[in-house]
Structures are given as C-alpha cells and as structure tokens.
C-alpha cells in the first residue's frame, strides 16, 4: 500500500521503516550473510527475503521472528517475491535456477524449480499468472502458469533487471549494456530504447512510474534517470549522491519514490505529496 518499506543490506539484517516519517520499526535478524533482496506480502504480515547464505527466509512481521527457512539454492539468492496470495515464494539465484516454495507446507524441498537459464538469475516478478526473470544469461523469459508456456527474448547484454508495465502489457529490462528495453509482452517486439544512464558492472533496478508514463532506473554515476515512455526522451535526471545508486521503488499509487544508496535511502516526492 505505499505505507512502509523494507531494506535489506550487508550487514545482515533487514528493516522495516515508516518512509514518510523517516523512522525505524523493526529489525529482522536471522541471516547469515548480506541480504540481497526482501519482499513484503499483500496484507503486510510476513516477509520473505533471501541473501548470500543461499537461503530463503519467511518472517513474522508482528513477531520479528523467522517462521520457516528454505535451503536448496546452490548459491546466493538474488531475489525474492510473493504470489499475490503470499501462499508461495519464488527466489532466483546465481545458481541459475528459480525456486517456488510453499509457504504453508512442512516440507524442505521447492514444489517447483524452473532452471532454463544458463547463467545466474538476476531478477524476478510476478503477474496474477505468471513468473518473469532477467537472467546473466541476456535471457528475459515469462513463464505462464495458465498455458504452461516459456515465452524467452534474447537482449545479448546480462540482465540486472527485469518488471511488468502496470497494464501488464509490456516488460521492461535493464541490462549491463547501459541500456533499457521495453518489449511487448506477446510478441517480444521491441517499443522502446531508453539510455544515459551508466550501468556496466552492478545489479541495478529499473521501474516503471504509478501512471505507466515514465520508465526509471538507477545508475552508477549516482544519479537515477526517468525517461517518457512514448518519446523515449529524457525527462529527469536526479542528482542521488557520489556512489552507485543500487535501488529504487516506486509508490504503488502516488508520485514518489524511495532510492538506495551507500547505505542511506532517500524518500523523493512532490510538494503536494500526500500520504494515505
């Protein structure tokens, strides 16, 4: 809902903050090494994450406390995301594979592992129906869980990135060739080519706005650029600070948007912002 945000970093815990007001909540401890990724469910009560102790975590918000931990990835896990009901994590890692685990079952082992790539997965999301990843591989593949299709669009370039447009129609990708792609989602076209920013070594996000306007990404240079859609133009360049700026994620619903850098996240918003 906009209302909260998760970090997670090398010091292996993570936070839940209230970003408006700029203050801690909680922090979660159960990691071995750095977190990598954490992700919220649809009613705020559990949090799944997942680091470079190859595990996945799912936690109690309320609680802070670890409710189950799943162990099977080969190497660090990149990313994590709930299903829409927050009854299954999927977790992508270097290993190359996507996990699916159950989050109400007993048992260890994933109730699916999808392992096309041939490089390590840099990024996951998912639909109401399906699963996408970016993988190192230059691979964007879209899984449709109603079809039990893999629909796979070759970029060349690893990806760092990938995200569904709002409308669901469209998927964009950043890659280590300093380059965004937006795609068709049906037929693989390409819409769209976005650059200016500086992205060759790190993993960094791209976004696209709450109003499917403007595509967004991080940089190294320490700047994070929005471009028009449409035009392809840029229309803003923000000025974060000296390093890299690793992440960036937008409101759900309002113009605002939350960056990582060197241990600081930043809240950018409008004058008018009002939170809900």
């Known amino acids: 809902d906009g209302n909260y945000c998760l970090t997670c970093g090398s010091d292996k815990t993570l936070k839940l903050w209230n970003p408006h007001k700029g203050t801690a909540l909680r922090t979660y401890q159960g990691h071995g090494y750095e977190v990598l990724d954490a992700a919220g469910s649809f009613d705020n009560s559990q ?7 190859k595990a996945v ?3 109690d918000v309320s609680t ?3 409710v189950r931990k799943y162990r099977g990835h080969a190497g660090k896990v990149n990313c994590v995301q709930f299903n ?3 009854t299954v994590i999927v977790s992508g890692s270097i290993d190359s594979t996507v996990r699916c685990w159950d989050c109400r079952s007993r048992r ?3 109730i699916q592992v999808l392992d096309e790539a041939k490089d390590g997965i840099s990024s996951v999301k998912l639909s109401a129906h399906e699963i996408l990843t970016g993988s190192v591989d230059g691979r964007v593949r879209r899984y449709d869980l109603r079809t039990g299709q893999l629909c796979s669009d070759y970029i060349g370039s690893p990806i760092t990135s990938v995200c569904f447009s709002k409308d669901g129609q469209c998927v964009l990708a950043a890659s280590l060739d300093s380059t965004l792609r937006l795609l068709d989602k049906d037929t693989g076209e390409l819409l769209g080519e976005y650059k200016g920013h500086r992205s060759t070594t790190y993993r960094l996000d791209c976004v696209l706005n709450e109003l499917d306007t403007h595509v967004g990404c991080a940089s190294e240079d320490g700047h994070v650029y929005f471009w028009d859609l449409l ?3 840029l229309a803003l360049s923000l000025p974060v600070g000296q390093g890299v700026v690793q992440s960036l994620a ?3 619903s309002l113009p605002c948007l939350l960056v990582a ?3 600081q996240v930043t809240l950018w918003r409008e004058d008018t912002f009002q939170p809900e």
């Not at 949090?47 to 102790?53: E, K």
């Open 47 to 53: 949090i799944c994450s997942g680091g470079a102790d």
């Open 57 to 59: 975590a799912l936690w």
């Open 64 to 66: 802070g406390q670890v």
């Open 84 to 86: 829409e009901e927050a």
């Open 108 to 110: 260890p082992d994933p």
């Open 231 to 233: 035009e392809g133009s």
């Open 250 to 252: 937008f409101h759900p």
């Open 261 to 263: 850098t060197q241990g």
